[in-house]
């Protein structure tokens, strides 16, 4: 998926977590700025509860438990 596809820099569902690469970084929208988010798929973990890791926390999560919607801070493309 590229990031001019996102309204806003938004990501509005889980199937389009899933669809961004690794490397890529979210922020939650809760109003909490710990609620950040890095895609890394390749983490020996990641296999087992899914690919995004929050700050703060050494378990990660699957898309579906990131609280949508979530802005889009980090794409890999715009380095």
């Known amino acids: ?3 001019d596809q996102l309204p806003g820099g938004f ?13 890529s ?4 929208d809760t109003g909490d700025i710990g609620c950040v988010y890095a895609k890394w798929p390749e983490h020996h973990l ?6 995004w890791y929050q ?3 050494e378990v990660p999560c699957d ?3 990131i609280e949508l919607p979530a802005r889009l801070i ?6």
């Open 55 to 57: 700050t703060g926390y």
């Open 1 to 3: 998926m590229s990031t």
């Open 74 to 79: 980090w794409h890999p493309e715009w380095s």
């Open 11 to 23: 990501v509005i569902d889980a199937s389009e977590l899933d669809a961004l690469p690794e490397g």
């Open 46 to 51: 990641a296999s087992l509860y899914g690919p």
């Open 25 to 28: 970084v979210v922020l939650a």
């Open 63 to 65: 898309s579906d438990e």
